[in-house]
């Protein structure tokens, strides 16, 4: 569970491998638009801030985080990325639609880990309200598109 106003995205970049070499993707849903825009661009300042490239980061958007799925996966066999994050995120509602989305969205993620030799980075926050969200997109709690990024890095050079 999160502290209250603790920035979690803090990094050391000096223990962050050079992300210049590297092509990464980004897919992002474009439901919860606000959340999802602060997400990406804590992603684009975190690899920027470890040497990517802007030409070496390639954007698509899908509808949904139910979508990011199959985005990453066409992502990753077509575009000749070292690393996909998918950036997402659903906030609960009224009905179990949130319990099905969430639960379809971390399973095919962590499918797509198993299947494919490209590192999928799961940065979809499931959240209780809005304020949450925030929070966690920019907010107090720091930018978990921040540390999708630096995942993303770190598994790109694994073993390496």
């Avoid at 474009?30 to 070496?56: F, H, R």
């Amino acid at each position: 569970m999160a502290t209250a106003n603790k920035n979690l995205s803090v990094y050391d970049k000096n223990t962050i491998p050079d992300a210049s070499k590297f092509r990464f993707g980004i897919v992002v849903a474009e439901w919860n638009p606000v959340i999802t825009e602060g997400l990406y661009n804590g992603a684009i300042e975190a690899l920027s801030d470890c040497g990517a490239k802007a030409e070496n980061i390639i954007r698509w958007n899908v509808p949904g985080s139910f979508e990011l799925t199959y985005g990453c996966k066409k992502m990753a066999k077509t575009q000749e990325v070292d690393a996909v994050i998918a950036i997402g995120s659903v906030i609960q509602g009224e009905t179990k639609h949130f319990d099905f989305v969430c639960s379809a969205t971390a399973q095919g993620i962590k499918d797509l880990n198993v299947q494919l030799d490209v590192p999928v980075i799961f940065c979809v926050l499931t959240d209780n309200n809005m304020q949450q969200s925030l929070e966690r997109s920019g907010g107090i709690h720091g930018n978990k598109g921040t540390e999708a990024a630096i995942a993303a890095i770190k598994m790109v050079t694994l073993g390496a």
